[in-house]
């Protein structure tokens, strides 16, 4: 199994980093977890390109979190050939089915005109999608793959799953943004690997100071994400063999990818990786 961070970004946008996404190849499945923005272009800056995407995992529905699905689900269509076609399929908690439909609202057209022009995309029909909303418990499977959902805190967003994907004997635990909670342990228990959405509240209170005028919506993200000690403490008590942290807030500098690592490690002695888009962890 495989595990890559295609965008290791926030809402803040930066020139270097993508939007929240994370990607799980194992066997012939590769699951995009969450679709923030330029998942596409990182996804085939991954060597993936959109048609071999068979399934997508939504932790919730943040803008940051979806705002490029549509791209996903565009791109995947008008490049599969038509002898691949086949539904994609999208699975997120209560909420989901309504955050597709609106996007297949606004892709209405497109899709009229892609129709219109291309004979063969015709014989393969429009957009399908196969939506699949999830509540904490459940455990779905895909093929040889399971998807086994936890809730997560990430209040007053609700409801927030995390997800553990299980394949050949491997364990990958995908929280999202969530604060430390007993659901969040179990997602987490002996995982191979368990990937984090992190935030400095150190960093994000010196930012707020620089910007005064945005200073309240600042620190309000301090109290529904993880900071990266939490993370560490959370892969401690959870007996994970891997850390990997993403959705750095705010951007991670060049360079400093072992300080931000220290300070994880002083919770956790555990292998810690973070890094640029594109940062992968082999278990
Ligand atoms: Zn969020
Ligand atoms: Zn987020």
Request: negative net charge.
């Given at each position: 199994?495989?595990?890559?961070?295609?965008?290791?970004?926030?809402?803040?946008p930066?020139?270097?980093?993508?939007?929240?996404?994370?990607?799980?190849?194992?066997?012939?499945?590769?699951?995009?977890?969450?679709?923030?923005?330029?998942?596409?272009?990182?996804?085939?800056?991954?060597?993936?390109?959109?048609?071999?995407?068979?399934?997508?995992?939504?932790?919730?529905?943040?803008?940051?979190?979806?705002?490029?699905?549509?791209?996903?689900?565009?791109?995947?269509?008008?490049?599969?050939?038509?002898?691949?076609?086949?539904?994609?399929?999208?699975?997120?908690?209560?909420?989901?089915?309504?955050?597709?439909?609106?996007?297949?609202?606004?892709?209405?057209?497109?899709?009229?005109?892609?129709?219109?022009?291309?004979?063969?995309?015709?014989?393969?029909?429009?957009?399908?999608?196969?939506?699949?909303e999830?509540?904490?418990?459940?455990a779905?499977?895909?093929?040889?793959?399971?998807?086994?959902?936890?809730?997560?805190d990430?209040?007053?967003?609700?409801?927030?799953?995390?997800?553990?994907?299980?394949?050949?004997?491997?364990?990958?635990?995908?929280?999202?943004?969530?604060?430390?909670?007993?659901?969040?342990?179990?997602?987490?228990?002996?995982?191979?690997?368990?990937?984090?959405?992190?935030?400095?509240?150190?960093?994000?209170?010196?930012?707020?100071?620089?910007?005064?005028?945005?200073?309240?919506?600042?620190?309000?993200?301090?109290?529904?994400?993880?900071?990266?000690?939490?993370?560490?403490?959370?892969?401690?008590?959870?007996?994970?063999?891997?850390?990997?942290?993403?959705?750095?807030?705010?951007?991670?500098?060049?360079?400093?990818?072992?300080?931000w690592?220290?300070?994880?490690?002083a919770?956790?002695?555990?292998?810690?990786?973070?890094?640029?888009?594109?940062?992968?962890?082999?278990?």
């Open positions: 199994m495989k595990v890559t961070l295609l965008g290791t970004g926030s809402p803040l930066d020139p270097n980093r993508a939007g929240p996404s994370t990607l799980v190849s194992s066997g012939s499945h590769n699951v995009v977890v969450d679709c923030g923005r330029a998942c596409v272009m990182r996804l085939v800056g991954a060597g993936v390109m959109p048609p071999f995407v068979n399934l997508v995992l939504l932790t919730h529905l943040h803008s940051d979190h979806i705002c490029d699905l549509n791209d996903l689900v565009t791109t995947r269509w008008i490049t599969t050939p038509a002898a691949m076609a086949s539904p994609l399929k999208i699975v997120g908690p209560v909420g989901t089915r309504r955050v597709v439909e609106g996007m297949l609202e606004m892709l209405a057209l497109d899709e009229q005109y892609r129709l219109a022009h291309h004979e063969d995309l015709r014989t393969v029909g429009g957009m399908k999608i196969d939506v699949v999830l509540v904490a418990g459940d779905h499977e895909h093929g040889d793959l399971v998807v086994r959902a936890f809730r997560t990430h209040r007053p967003v609700e409801p927030t799953l995390g997800y553990r994907i299980e394949h050949d004997g491997k364990a990958a635990a995908l929280a999202g943004d969530t604060i430390p909670c007993d659901e969040l342990y179990d997602l987490c228990r002996d995982a191979d690997v368990y990937v984090q959405t992190v935030l400095r509240d150190d960093l994000v209170k010196q930012l707020a100071q620089l910007l005064p005028g945005n200073a309240g919506r600042l620190t309000d993200i301090l109290d529904y994400h993880s900071t990266v000690e939490q993370a560490g403490q959370t892969a401690s008590r959870s007996g994970v063999k891997h850390l990997l942290l993403t959705h750095y807030v705010p951007a991670m500098q060049s360079g400093a990818e072992d300080e690592r220290r300070v994880a490690a919770h956790y002695s555990g292998p810690i990786t973070l890094g640029p888009d594109l940062t992968y962890v082999e278990i």
